[in-house]
């Protein structure tokens, strides 16, 4: 199963690194075998890739890589149309859509994968987010000063109980279109989360293999409980 991680020097603040390995390790302990690629500015795309991670990054970082994020952007948009899974943090969730306007007025085209458009501000949204959506429960941590803005039928991840999410007026978070999944939940999302570990892995493994997912039974108890613990935390029953 071939993962690829974009720009992890750039584009991987907050422990957004923490996603890949966990990715890793549990497509081995679900039998099967990664092979994880890192795609630097510059680098050639691999060949095959059946799930792509992006994460988090300043401002310079996405100005970085944006000449080389349009030079691969059509092998991506074809990927997400063919169903591969994708998971996009905070600053590569701002670039997967149509546009990110900084602070000072600059624009960097996104891929428009997803239809979210996001304004940098002064204000940074920071804290711990509880979020309801398809995959349950989902925890984590923000740290951004982009105000994103879903476009009229673009579906978020998910509806914020707990922190500011996409603008902090809306109660969305993220996006999600097909298989593809926009949010700006660090934490790492995954380790808190296994059952979104385990969605893309299943959806990566068919599109691998030809064949259903067959996972193994994992022992979440650890990561059940910390991530109860912060719905417990934030949420007025």
Known sequence: MHVVHLYPREMSIYGDLGNTRTLAAR????GYSPVVHQHHPGGRFPEQAHLVLGGGGQDSGQVRVEADL???SDRLRALARSGAPMLMICGMYQLFGNAFITVDGTRLPGLGILDVTTHGNAKRMIGPVVLTTELGDVVGYENHSGSTTLGAGQAPFGTVRAGFGNNGTDRTE???TANVIGSYLHGPILPANPAIA???IGLAAELATGRPFEPELLDDAIAHEARNRQVRRLVRR
């Open 27 to 30: 497509i081995r302990r679900h």
């Open 70 to 72: 349009e030079h691969i």
């Open 174 to 176: 993220g996006a999600r």
């Open 198 to 200: 385990d969605h893309l």
